[in-house]
């Protein structure tokens, strides 16, 4: 068994191989810059242009509707504030759920000090919204329907086309962070009634600081960044050329192959989750049991604190989360397991272990293992538990 165990691959994924050795050269030899007309410059306009072209050949979509950011909060960012202020004219109506991340949520609550109205719908217990109450939602003045492919914590993933298929009827735009979807599901933005889709690199074994955004041909939305001419006059700056190769590369690497790899995490994933089941009790698994990422596992143990079991896990050489990444420094419990209705007592034992390229049927024997241990350590400590012991 190696030294670390690291099933965090929902917060973040070491950058591959192929991908380092494609974005070295543009450090230090292929180094122009993207906007300079001679033949250095050249090489680097083609790098980001080939890279481009990668990425809508993944999403069905034409390479001069993907844009380049810095990684999946700015796309969800730019996406939100610049449909709301292209369209204000139009309606000042947002839809979204309550389990977006909060690339979307504090968006959203950014726009409402601004003036606008934001519906968040509620989720069942599995995670999955509502379409009926979608429906019920839209109003004259909606003008953006933004609902998240697949959940960063608990997995579930939306019914997309339906809610694009709604959007599309009312004539709304339809926005989608795909952040977490993109490597593990098929995408095709026309099939899917898509108008914006958020992507991130460092999400599938790519770069950190680098990102993408989508945006159908035609869609009225406001420039992200004033400055140059960069990325057709929408978000000005010079490209992060070495980041943008990476980019390309690791999203190519991800759709080569890609129902062998969700193969190899589906079995992963389902022996974890078996052997979890068998050897603790007082457990549940979080999201929906069938339509969810492939790698993704989500429980919540009853009568300890998640925070204690992820530093006894850390200790054990072994990386997991509470959740989300851009929440895991907070004492709070989740949002998202408090809107799919869990009391904040169970809601507090949470544990998210996300399974990737990397591991083994023998890391997920020896994680269970562990997690044997130290859950029944911790709720050796716990008065409720030794109450229910009690109780037998």
């Known amino acids: 068994m190696k030294n670390y165990i690291y099933m965090d691959n929902s917060a973040t994924t070491p950058v591959k191989k192929e991908v380092?050795?494609?974005?070295?050269?543009?450090?230090?030899?292929?180094?122009?810059?993207?906007?300079?007309?001679?033949?250095?410059?050249?090489?680097?306009?083609?790098?980001?242009?080939?890279?481009?072209?990668?990425?809508?050949?993944?999403?069905?979509?034409?390479?001069?509707?993907?844009?380049?950011?810095?990684?999946?909060?700015?796309?969800?960012?730019?996406?939100i504030k610049g449909i709301a202020y292209a369209n204000k004219d139009k309606g000042n109506h947002i839809i979204t759920t309550k389990i977006e991340h909060h690339g979307i949520l504090h968006t959203c609550q950014y726009l409402e000090r601004q003036g606008f109205k934001v519906t968040y719908l509620d989720v069942d217990k599995y995670g999955m919204v509502d379409l009926d109450e979608l429906r019920e939602s839209i109003t004259d003045e909606t003008i953006l329907i933004t609902i998240m492919f697949a959940n960063n914590e608990i997995g579930t993933i939306q019914p997309i086309k339906e809610i694009g298929q709604i959007a599309k009827e009312k004539n709304i735009y339809f926005h989608t962070d795909a952040v977490q979807a993109i490597g593990h599901v098929k995408i095709d933005v026309d099939d899917l009634n898509i108008d914006l889709l958020s992507l991130s690199a460092h999400k599938f074994y790519?770069?950190?600081?680098?990102?993408?955004?989508?945006?159908?041909?035609?869609?009225?939305?406001?420039?992200?960044?004033?400055?140059?001419a960069q990325e057709r006059n929408r978000r000005a700056g010079t490209e992060n050329v070495p980041g943008i190769v990476g980019l390309g590369k690791a999203i190519?690497?991800?759709?080569?192959?890609?129902?062998?790899?969700?193969?190899?995490?589906?079995?992963?994933?389902?022996?974890?989750?078996?052997?979890?089941f068998e050897n603790i009790s007082h457990v549940r698994l979080n999201g929906h049991p069938e339509k969810r990422l492939p790698g993704n596992v989500s429980f919540c143990f009853e009568f300890i604190e998640g925070e204690s079991l992820?530093?006894?896990?850390?200790?054990?050489?072994?990386?997991?989360?509470?959740?989300?990444?851009?929440?895991?420094?907070?004492l709070d419990p989740s949002h998202v397991l408090?809107?799919?209705?869990?009391?904040?007592?169970?809601?507090?034992?949470?544990?998210?272990?996300?399974?990737?390229?990397?591991?083994?049927?023998?890391?997920?024997?020896?994680?269970?293992?562990?997690?044997?241990?130290i859950v029944q350590r911790l709720r050796e400590m716990s008065p409720l538990y030794e109450k229910v012991k009690g109780e037998k």
């Open 20 to 79: 380092l050795d494609e974005m070295l050269p543009y450090f230090s030899e292929k180094y122009g810059n993207p906007s300079s007309i001679y033949s250095l410059g050249g090489k680097s306009k083609n790098a980001v242009e080939n890279a481009r072209d990668k990425v809508a050949k993944v999403l069905g979509a034409k390479p001069n509707e993907i844009f380049f950011t810095a990684g999946g909060s700015e796309s969800d960012n730019w996406a």
């Open 310 to 330: 992820l530093l006894s896990l850390d200790m054990e050489g072994i990386a997991g989360s509470s959740g989300s990444a851009c929440t895991s420094g907070s």
């Open 338 to 373: 408090l809107a799919i209705g869990l009391p904040h007592e169970i809601a507090h034992g949470s544990l998210r272990l996300s399974l990737g390229d990397f591991n083994t049927e023998e890391e997920v024997d020896y994680v269970v293992e562990k997690l044997v241990e």
């Open 206 to 228: 790519g770069p950190k600081g680098i990102g993408a955004l989508y945006i159908r041909q035609g869609v009225k939305i406001h420039s992200l960044i004033e400055g140059g």
């Open 252 to 276: 190519e690497l991800a759709y080569e192959n890609i129902d062998e790899h969700n193969e190899k995490l589906i079995k992963l994933r389902e022996r974890l989750i078996k052997k979890v």
